[in-house]
Every structure is written in C-alpha cells, then in structure tokens.
C-alpha cells in the first residue's frame, strides 16, 4: 500500500504551540477580552523586530492589508496600480475596491516573478504604485524595481503574503519598500487560527494612517476622522501568531530542507523542471512549484494516487472571469500564460516526511513517463 501524501499538513504545527496558546485562549475567553490587547501589541513589536521594521500594524486579512497599503501611499479613484499577471487574485482586488485599476504586466520565465522592464514600460501618468508579489517564497528583484519607482515617483507596495521570513539582497521581505502588505492566512508561512494580515513600514505617520482606517477611521473612541474599515487583528489570533513566530526560523528551514531534497530526488526526471532561486535571495519555499507537460493529467493521476497538488495558479488574473470588464486578452502576458499551463505545486510544509517526498516523486515520476508514453503512442 503507498502512502498518502496531503499538500499541506498543518496538524505538527498546532501541536508544538498548543502548550502556549491554550491558556492564554481560556483567559482571553474568561475575561473576554477579543479585540486589541498584550497579545496584539506584542505580536506587532516582536513582528516589526523579526522583519527589520519600524511599524507592524496587525490587520484583519492580506487584502484588507494590501487595501490599506495602497490607500496609504494615497491610492484612490482611477489611480493605476502596476502588479503580475501571475498572482493571487486578492493583489488586485484590493486595488479594485477602492476604485483604482490593476495594470497587469508579465514575469520573467525562470523565476516567475514580476518584469523590472515590463514594469517600466506599463507606467503611464495614472501609475501611483507597483506592487511586486513575492511568489511562491522568494523575494521579486527589488533592487531592480525600487530603482524605477523612484525615478519616475512612484510608490513601491511589497505583497509578501507568500514570503514571511524570506530574504532578498538587502532584507527582508516585508522591509523592502515604503509599505508593505502580508497575510497570515493559515496556509502560509506564519498562519493564524482563521484570518489575519498586517501592514509592515518604518514610517510612523504611514503606520498610524493604517491604524485610523482599520479602526472606522479613529484612534479616538467615537472620534472619526475618515471613512475607514472594521480591519483589526484579534487578540485569538494575535496569540498563535506570536507562538508560531517564535517557529518559523526553524519552520522555513525544515522547508528549506525539504526543498533541496526534492531538488535532488527530482534531478534526473525527465520531464520535470525544478524551481530556482534568485542570486542573493533566501527562498523560503512557500511553495514548490515544478513545470510538466500534459500538467492536467498528471495532476489528475497524483490525485488519484492520493497526492495532494496544487495550481498556483490556474488562470492569471487578468484573464478571469472577475476581470473581463478591464478587456485584457490572451497572448498579451505569453510567459504567465504558458506557465499557468504547466505549474504543478507539491506537497511543501515544514513537517513533511523523507518518506512522503520519495512517494511524491515516484508517484510523479510514474505519472510523467506514462503521459509521455501515451502521447508518444497516440
Ligand atoms: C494569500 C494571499 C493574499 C491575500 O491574503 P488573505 O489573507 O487571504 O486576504 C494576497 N496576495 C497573495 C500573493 C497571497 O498569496
């Protein structure tokens, strides 16, 4: 009998914090006290102190953090904000919400991260922001990308919901522009115990706009000083991420670990390509993406054979359905398109097994050759 594989094990990590978060849950329950608190102040500090920051203010979700970065750096109505083709939707749904326009632009083909020069070539006089997403673990070429913002005066805005701990050239991502946005979706690197995000600066008076508008536009109890949001982060889950913080150095290296065993294990399969990391960056493997063809069919069989895998994602943003109205077509971002067609996500989590890696790759190994075999034979 093979084994089963899931594509994301949480159930290890609940396990080595529940000693710390289960009393601090009962005496949050018993006093009642939900919204704001120790917790949420200690998780903000010891956050901005991991990432190298001046300023975490803890949020309610990653697109209500990417809404309020944006609206930080001054986004409003008809604004444009440059982003990747390739991401997940919520980059450009928060744009959207407040009435500016995502400008999608390409990826480059070894990394799938966001084209310096596609960006250069997409800023128009409505551009108020580039938005590069740290995809799948590692950082997008900053050091490249803050350069053009500043000549042409725009603001950079990080999404680094998928990069929580990862390292490009010059820090950490998170520290790498003016604002930045992150989500602690339980799925990613730092997740919480539902919903949460946080905006990341070292701008003070960025940081308390933020604070203003995640709190219906007051730092002053029934004092309102512009229309904002109910988007605060709560005590429940400020506790797991303070005890999950305390892990995730040790986390994203087991995830290394994992990743330079597939490396390995996957070196000699024809037909399968392995994921790289960017000169300087520390990868922190969010995801592990490889590239197939005949992906349907091979993502088709390791579901069957019990192997959970992933799309990310299936259809680039600015082809879906949700954003038809902005008239974008296909063949306009050749790179993000043809990879959409090919990426297949394996199982990554921190706590995955030696065992559960060998079973991964055979699985995929046998459904790569037999896909091969039959469009040989056909
Ligand atoms: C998860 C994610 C988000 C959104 O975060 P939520 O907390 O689900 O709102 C935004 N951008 C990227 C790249 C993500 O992976």
């Known amino acids: 009998m093979s084994i089963k594989v899931p594509f994301l094990d949480l159930a290890s990590q609940q396990t080595e914090i529940a000693e710390y978060v289960l009393p601090i849950w009962k005496a949050q329950f018993e006093s009642a006290s939900f919204i704001g608190g120790p917790e949420v102040d200690a998780f903000e500090e010891e956050y901005a102190d991991y990432i190298g920051v001046e300023h975490v203010v803890g949020v309610s979700n990653g697109t209500d953090a990417l809404e309020l970065a944006y609206r930080a750096v001054g986004v409003g109505p008809g604004d444009e904000i440059i982003m990747p083709a390739n991401t997940f939707i919520a980059t450009a749904e928060a744009a959207s919400r407040i009435g500016a326009v995502p400008i999608f632009v390409d990826v480059d083909d070894e990394y799938l991260l966001i084209d310096p020069d596609a960006i250069e070539a997409a800023i128009s006089p409505r551009t108020r922001v580039v938005a590069p997403v740290h995809l799948f673990g590692q950082t997008a070429p900053m050091e490249l990308i803050n350069p053009i913002a500043d000549k042409h005066g725009i603001a950079v805005v990080e999404d680094a919901a998928q990069s929580q701990g990862a390292f490009g050239p010059t820090g950490r991502a998170g520290s790498l522009s003016r604002v930045a946005a992150t989500s602690f979706y339980p799925g990613k690197n730092l997740g919480a115990a539902g919903d949460a995000g946080a905006v990341m600066t070292n701008d003070a008076e960025l940081a308390e706009f933020v604070r203003n508008v995640a ?81 349907e069919a091979v993502a088709a069989e390791l579901a069957a054979e019990g192997i959970g895998v992933g799309i990310h994602y299936p259809t680039p943003v600015h082809l879906t359905e949700a ?30 097994t030696v065992e559960q890696q060998k079973r991964v790759v055979e699985a995929l190994t046998q459904a790569v050759i037999r896909h091969g075999q039959q469009a040989v034979a056909s």
């Open 215 to 295: 709190a219906h536009g007051s730092s002053q109890k029934y004092v309102h000083s512009r229309i904002g949001l109910n988007a605060r982060l709560d005590a429940v889950q400020a506790t797991v991420l303070r005890a999950k913080l305390r892990k995730l150095d040790e986390w994203n290296a087991f995830r290394r670990t994992a990743a330079e065993r597939y490396h390995s294990l996957l070196a000699d399969v024809a037909g399968v390509s392995t994921p790289t990391v960017r000169d300087g960056n520390e990868d922190v493997w969010h995801l592990y993406v490889v590239r197939v063809d005949k992906r």
């Open 323 to 352: 954003y038809a109205s902005l008239g974008y077509r296909r063949g306009q971002f050749p790179i993000a398109e043809a990879s959409a067609g090919i990426i297949l996500s394996l199982p990554m989590f921190p706590h995955i």
